[in-house]
Each structure stands twice: as structure tokens, then as C-alpha cells.
């Protein structure tokens, strides 16, 4: 059997072993790089989410929303990554106008067909209501956020109660009917000058955060 000698170029030989770093630092950077494009993305929607939430208690305390994101890397067992993201609380702000007077005077405020009060959110648990349909039989073992009884509604609940009925967590009456006024929720908006022209004085929960 002919035998054929086989030779391989030093060229050859130093090219592979560089080709193959090469290549291997390309897909280390790239998978680097998208850790830390999705680490910064994570970052700046959850510090945006968090910034939301100061809109919901409608309360600035003139600090920024501060962030930290920890991931891990993909190639590097054991490697982690942290990104700080930054955002302004979303609360609004208030601006006097050029004559001086205070444009708040001028914001809409909300009012409910047969209420007394205006209130300045329109997320107040006056006007928000949270229904609950329970059974009547389990009503005696429910309390609201105050920890108060529930009774009969005055306007729906008149005579003998079973089955199916309706509460909330602000208040603490039992409805027999979804659509009572006592839970039934008409909301309309106005000026607070006029609110305050028609009597309407602030709601006592959502009132006092801005006035």
C-alpha cells in the first residue's frame, strides 16, 4: 500500500488557533453586550413603573426613584451585572399663571351626582368603589377596612335578605341590589372654583392632599 506524506504550512497551523479566538471574543462581546442593553431596558421600565406608584398615593417627597438591577451573565458562570436606573416620581405639579393667581384654582376637580363633597382624584375610595358579591349567610364574619360591621342598606336592603348580596370595603352597608345609589357611582368634573361656588366643600380623603 503507497503511503502519502501529509505537511501542514506553519501559516496554517498559527491561522486556526487565531481564527477561533477571534470568533469566540466576537460571541463573548455580543452576549455581553445584549446583558447589558436587557439590564438597562429592565432597569428603566421597572423605575418607571415604581415612579407610577407616587401618582396612586398622591404624595412628592422630591426624591428621585432610584433603581438597581442585578443579572447574571450567560457565558460567565457566576458573573453579574448591575445597572442603576433614575426617574422622577409621577405626581404633577401646580403652576401660577401670569397674573400671579394660583392655577390650581382652575383644575378639575370630581363630583358625584348626589354628593357634598369634590374631590381632587379621581381614584378617591369615595368615588372608587371596590364591589364585592358574597353570600348573605357569610356577611356576619366580613368587616371593611375599618373593621366595621355590614348592615342593611337603606335604600335596596328593606325586608328579608338571602342568597347573593353586595358590599364594599369602604363602606358598610349590604346591598341587594349592583346598581343602588349607595354604591352606584355618577361622576362628573367642574372647575373647583365652581364646586366651591355650589358649596361643595373638599372630601375629607382626597381633599386635603392638595388644598
Not at 74 to 94: C, D, I
Not at 99 to 125: L, M, P, W
Request: charged share 30%; proline share 2%.
Amino acid at each position: 500500500m503507497k503511503k502519502l506524506r501529509g505537511s501542514l504550512t506553519i501559516e496554517s497551523a498559527l491561522a486556526m488557533p487565531l481564527f477561533i479566538l477571534a470568533v469566540s471574543i466576537l460571541i463573548f462581546w455580543t452576549s455581553f453586550l445584549q446583558t447589558q442593553e436587557k439590564l438597562n431596558a429592565d432597569a428603566a421600565d421597572k423605575a418607571r413603573e415604581i415612579a407610577k406608584l407616587a401618582y396612586v398615593t398622591e404624595e412628592e417627597t422630591g426624591e428621585e426613584v432610584k433603581l438597581i438591577e442585578i443579572g447574571k451573565g450567560e457565558l460567565l458562570n457566576g458573573t453579574y451585572f448591575e445597572r442603576m436606573a433614575v426617574a422622577r416620581p409621577f405626581t404633577g405639579r401646580y403652576y401660577k399663571n401670569k397674573e400671579g393667581g394660583d392655577a390650581e384654582d382652575n383644575r378639575i376637580v370630581f363630583v358625584t351626582k348626589t354628593g357634598q363633597v369634590y374631590h381632587t382624584s379621581n381614584i378617591c375610595s369615595h368615588i372608587k368603589i371596590s364591589v364585592r358579591e358574597v353570600d348573605f349567610s357569610s356577611v356576619n364574619h366580613l368587616r371593611n377596612k375599618g373593621g366595621a360591621k355590614y348592615y342593611p342598606c337603606e335604600y335596596c336592603a328593606r325586608g328579608k335578605l338571602g342568597g347573593i348580596v353586595y358590599i364594599t370595603s369602604e363602606g358598610n352597608r349590604i346591598h341587594k341590589n349592583k346598581t343602588c345609589p349607595g354604591i352606584k357611582r355618577t361622576v362628573t368634573t367642574m372647575k373647583k372654583t365652581e364646586a366651591e361656588a355650589r358649596g361643595l366643600r373638599p372630601c375629607e380623603r382626597c381633599g386635603k392632599i392638595h388644598d
